[in-house]
């Protein structure tokens, strides 16, 4: 029997203490071979995945000793969290500990598409100086426009306030008398009302049978056409031929995607856009945020290992299974 296994590229110092206390197989390039990591699991007491990793009811009935899932993140689409749960498994996660980072790069998307600052670069680097063409726009006095007001849509309307901007926030779960609503001044109201008003749209919303596909054609069609789409939360959320056509068609002013339907992504004409920026799924990817992130289940982790309860846990602090 061994201990755990890592199938992703997921360090930090809480993990360089794991691997002294117990016995950790550090594969960061497994979530690449499904059935080799189906033909290890059952030797492991627990599993440490990022998002690439596919953590299906496959894997873990094959994962008999497994006590623990632990997730380096906020989402939870990668992992099937009913058969984990219904198999006695505590999936521990990282709720909160990367929003501040994911945050920050909505923002910087933001000032970005705004003063069209990586077509200015590439434009300055080929040896060009051509100021007027890259004249841009101010977020302040702009309307911000947050599809999800969680941690994170809540930490990006706190910075965007700071910019001088409205919010407007749509969310079909948030409490519209929360103070954090007080709080940003904001107003709740439905998805077509705030594609109507945003001048900025900002996508913060969980994967699920809801919201995949939620920005289709129709969906840009009813945004204004000065308008900016960002998105930091899942690519699959977005119809991504109906942005290439609402870009073309110019029923928006531009977009930034940090995420994609296919991660990597397919070739694209998005990638042929000079009002279209793109990132590999960076937006958790800083040295604070990480830290964060894998102190937290790494520590959950040795806690469970160690037959005690975990802090950041979906289901339930304890294994049920023994
Ligand atoms: C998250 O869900 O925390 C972020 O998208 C980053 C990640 O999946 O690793």
Same mark, same amino acid.
């Not at 969906?219 to 789409?229: E, H, I, N, S, Y």
């Given at each position: 029997?061994?201990?755990v296994?890592?199938?992703?590229?997921?360090?930090?110092?809480?993990?360089?203490t794991?691997?002294?206390?117990?016995?950790?197989?550090? *594969?960061?390039?497994?979530w690449k071979?499904?059935?080799?990591?189906l033909?290890?699991?059952s030797?492991?007491?627990?599993?440490?995945?990022?998002?690439?990793t596919?953590?299906?009811?496959? &894997?873990?009935?094959a994962?008999f000793?497994?006590?623990?899932?632990?997730?380096?993140?906020?989402? &939870?689409?990668?992992?099937?969290?009913?058969?984990?749960?219904? #198999?006695?498994?505590v999936?521990?996660?990282?709720?909160?500990?990367?929003?501040? +980072?994911?945050?920050?790069?909505?923002?910087?998307?933001?000032?970005?598409?705004?003063r069209?600052?990586?077509?200015?670069?590439?434009n300055?680097?080929s040896? *060009?100086?051509?100021?007027?063409?890259?004249?841009?726009?101010?977020?302040y006095?702009k309307?911000?426009?947050?599809?999800g007001?969680?941690?994170?849509?809540?930490?990006?309307?706190?910075?965007?306030?700071a910019?001088?901007m409205?919010?407007? #926030?749509?969310?079909?779960?948030?409490?519209?008398?929360?103070?954090?609503?007080s709080?940003?001044?904001?107003?709740m109201?439905? &998805?077509?009302?705030?594609l109507?008003?945003?001048?900025?749209? +900002?996508c913060?919303?969980?994967l +699920?049978?809801?919201?995949?596909?939620?920005?289709?054609y129709?969906?840009?069609?009813?945004m204004?056409?000065?308008?900016f789409?960002?998105?930091?939360?899942?690519g699959?959320?977005?119809? *991504?031929?109906?942005?290439?056509?609402?870009?073309?068609d110019?029923?928006?002013?531009?977009?930034?995607?940090?995420?994609r339907?296919? *991660?990597?992504?397919?070739?694209?004409?998005?990638g042929e856009?000079?009002?279209?920026?793109l990132t590999?799924?960076?937006? #958790?990817f800083?040295?604070e945020?990480?830290?964060?992130?894998?102190?937290s289940?790494?520590?959950?982790?040795?806690?469970?290992?160690s037959?005690?309860?975990?802090k950041?846990?979906?289901?339930?602090?304890?294994?049920k299974?023994?």
């Amino acid at each position: 029997m061994r201990d755990v296994l890592v199938t992703e590229n997921i360090v930090g110092s809480e993990m360089e203490t794991l691997k002294n206390d117990f016995d950790v197989v550090f *594969e960061p390039d497994l979530w690449k071979s499904p059935a080799r990591l189906l033909d290890t699991i059952s030797e492991f007491q627990a599993i440490i995945v990022r998002n690439q990793t596919k953590v299906t009811a496959e &894997l873990i009935h094959a994962a008999f000793r497994l006590k623990i899932i632990g997730r380096a993140g906020a989402g &939870l689409d990668n992992i099937d969290l009913k058969t984990a749960t219904r #198999a006695g498994v505590v999936v521990s996660y990282a709720p909160e500990q990367n929003s501040i +980072s994911v945050a920050e790069l909505a923002m910087a998307m933001m000032l970005s598409l705004a003063r069209k600052i990586p077509a200015a670069d590439r434009n300055t680097r080929s040896g *060009e100086w051509d100021r007027h063409q890259f004249s841009g726009v101010e977020l302040y006095g702009k309307t911000l426009g947050i599809v999800g007001l969680g941690r994170i849509g809540y930490r990006t309307a706190v910075r965007a306030r700071a910019f001088g901007m409205d919010i407007i #926030a749509h969310d079909e779960y948030a409490n519209p008398d929360a103070v954090i609503v007080s709080e940003l001044r904001a107003r709740m109201m439905s &998805l077509n009302e705030l594609l109507k008003q945003a001048d900025f749209v +900002s996508c913060h919303i969980p994967l +699920s049978h809801e919201t995949v596909g939620l920005f289709n054609y129709g969906t840009f069609c009813r945004m204004k056409p000065t308008a900016f789409f960002i998105n930091t939360s899942r690519g699959e959320v977005v119809d *991504e031929e109906a942005l290439v056509k609402a870009l073309k068609d110019k029923k928006i002013a531009g977009a930034a995607l940090d995420v994609r339907q296919q *991660e990597p992504p397919v070739k694209s004409s998005l990638g042929e856009m000079d009002n279209v920026i793109l990132t590999p799924h960076i937006a #958790a990817f800083t040295a604070e945020g990480q830290e964060r992130v894998v102190s937290s289940v790494c520590r959950d982790v040795a806690d469970i290992l160690s037959g005690r309860e975990a802090k950041n846990y979906v289901n339930f602090p304890k294994p049920k299974r023994i």
